[in-house]
């Protein structure tokens, strides 16, 4: 019985979808993805590469007008002799994470891998060894999902559309290639990098919004000034590997074909950075956000979020029903700096006391409020006071009528709860920095 209302889950889910973005039907393999990557809540991003040299973040190339002809010197520097693969995912599975997505190719063209189609990538390199089969194989091996970030914008090419884009107009190129070329060069690279490195847990796109205005409300999607051809790619992506996610950072409405929506630097709904104009779709949801103000390493950015912070960063994303994807900014050596280590080893600690609140849950029947969110799993309702105005909270226009017991979740003391006039009145404890959450537990 189990397993049919399971499959029937799985159909409605998928009627559902095709009318979200017309002409794709997920698979089955697919669908079971999405509910894995919906169900883990919390992962890695790793943004590196011959950009992390210069110390100014990954958008170095593009800020200081970098020709190609210079930044290609770059490629002679990065030797990451101190890069462990088996360390970093030690590092993300300890610290609670289920899963890492990896730069493989960033705006600046540099691939990652041992690519047949670019000359510009890691086995050119002093250090001459394939970064992303390190990383898969050792993901494999620890039983984390690998997601690869690809960019579409490419800075070095001639054949990207540059002459169109916004970005990349101070790196020297001269002449206007053939875009269709480009495209087939990136079908090439995704069919090297879903063929050669086993299992991939998804495709997370970024760059498309080069091609449209800058980010607004009145922005419309379809106002773009390039042909992607997104609907091959992505077919050719679930082609190769059906369980394979697609997300595209484009800021805006999901394209049939993406399996999930993710938000710069905010949470689904929220838009305090001027890039998430869009609305939540029904897809499942993720926030990428980054523990200090860089996504590349960054020599004198030292403003460091604090666990609290990044608790409610997490905590927060799950009580919108989504993950939290937190990055890191590794130096051009390999070794990832003590500031990042520190902060995901303390919410690895946290999420063994935390993670039931977190994990598996889905969002709560009130959306996040100021003093905090709710996340539930099945009888359990999880009450989050991440910044509560006194001793209690009240919550309104509850479904369920009688709850069976009440407590904290960290030390299982039980709590009184009381109902009155349709609302519930939940005691909590204050937070404080060394316990950002004291979640109370309902169980109905």
């Not at 770059?74 to 590092?91: C, G, H, K, T, Y």
Request: charged letters at 20%; a positive charge; proline letters at 5%.
């Amino acid at each position: 019985m189990k397993k049919y209302f399971s499959t029937l889950l799985i159909l409605l889910l998928a009627i559902s979808l095709r009318a979200q973005t017309a002409g794709y039907v997920p698979t089955k393999q697919n669908l079971e993805a999405r509910n894995w990557f919906s169900n883990n809540k919390y992962g890695l991003f790793i943004h590196w590469g011959p950009f992390s040299i210069p110390g100014d973040g990954e958008w170095v190339m593009n800020n200081r007008n970098i020709t190609v002809k210079n930044y290609t010197r770059l490629e002679r520097f990065f030797n990451p002799i101190d890069f462990n693969a088996a360390q970093w995912v030690s590092m993300a599975k300890n610290g609670g994470m289920k899963y890492i997505t990896l730069i493989t190719r960033h705006h600046d063209g540099f691939s990652m891998w041992n690519t047949k189609y670019s000359d510009f990538n890691i086995m050119q390199t002093p250090y001459k060894k394939d970064i992303v089969k390190q990383m898969a194989d050792e993901c494999h091996k620890q039983g984390i999902k690998l997601f690869l970030y690809y960019s579409l914008l490419d800075w070095r090419r001639d054949d990207y559309q540059y002459w169109t884009g916004r970005t990349g107009k101070g790196t020297g190129r001269t002449k206007h290639g053939d875009w269709n070329e480009y495209i087939q060069f990136m079908k090439n690279q995704l069919t090297e990098l879903l063929t050669n490195y086993g299992e991939i847990g998804g495709i997370w796109f970024d760059g498309y919004w080069d091609q449209m205005d800058a980010e607004s409300k009145d922005r419309k999607d379809n106002a773009t000034r390039a042909d992607w051809h997104m609907r091959e790619i992505y077919d050719l992506i679930h082609k190769l590997q059906p369980q394979c996610l697609i997300g595209n950072n484009h800021h805006m409405t999901p394209l049939a074909g993406e399996d999930f929506q993710m938000f710069e630097q905010d949470l689904p709904g929220e838009n305090t950075n001027g890039l998430s104009f869009q609305k939540i779709s029904n897809l499942p949801l993720e926030t990428c956000a980054t523990i200090n103000n860089s996504w590349g390493f960054n020599l004198t950015d030292t403003t460091y979020k604090t666990p609290a912070q990044i608790v409610n960063l997490l905590v927060r994303s799950a009580g919108n029903g989504g993950n939290l994807l937190l990055n890191i900014g590794p130096m051009p050596n390999g070794e990832i700096q003590p500031e990042f280590k520190e902060r995901i080893s303390w919410m690895g600690n946290w999420l063994k006391t935390y993670g039931e609140s977190i994990y598996n849950t889905k969002a709560g029947y009130l959306l996040p409020q100021n003093w905090g969110c709710l996340t539930q799993n099945a009888n359990k309702i999880y009450v989050h006071p991440l910044n509560p105005v006194g001793k209690n909270i009240t919550l309104a226009d509850a479904s369920f009528k009688h709850i069976k017991k009440a407590y904290l979740l960290k030390t299982k003391q039980r709590v009184k709860v009381i109902l009155k006039n349709k609302t519930w009145i939940v005691p909590v404890v204050q937070p404080t920095a060394e316990d950002p959450d004291p979640v109370v537990v309902l169980e109905l």
